[in-house]
Nanobody, 122 residues
């Protein structure tokens, strides 16, 4: 339903920072609860962060709390993930999507895009 294009990935050293962004092709972007997920090939997709449509509520996975910040700009229809103090275990393809909870677990509301690759070297 809401098509998103992620950008901002790249190669950084441990302790470095990256800022990921995504923007929709659908005009309903500002009306959905947005989130970021990440996935390593061969492993399950992992929830990273979510933000309410108003931006007043943010949720971070324990693995990134204190290091990552999620934000959105409804006027520009973008959602961002600021990643600081990056670790090798943060290496993954990162995806953004509308999100909702199902049995206490965050899941993507829409189809998944291509994502953007983040590689953190040791």
């Amino acid at each position: 339903q809401v098509q998103l294009a992620e950008s901002g990935g790249g190669l950084v050293q441990t302790g470095g920072s990256l800022r990921l962004s995504c923007a929709p092709s659908d005009r309903t972007f500002s009306r959905v609860y947005m989130g970021w997920f990440r996935q390593v090939p061969g492993k399950a997709r992992e929830f990273v962060a979510a933000i309410s449509w108003s931006g007043s509520t943010t949720i971070l996975a324990d693995s990134v709390k204190g290091r990552f910040t999620i934000s959105r700009d409804s006027a520009e229809n973008t959602v961002s993930l600021q990643m600081n103090s990056l670790k090798p275990e943060d290496t993954a393809v990162y995806y953004c999507n509308g999100v909702h909870q199902m049995s206490g677990t965050w899941v993507g509301t829409n189809s998944w895009g291509k994502g953007t690759l983040v590689t953190v070297s040791s």
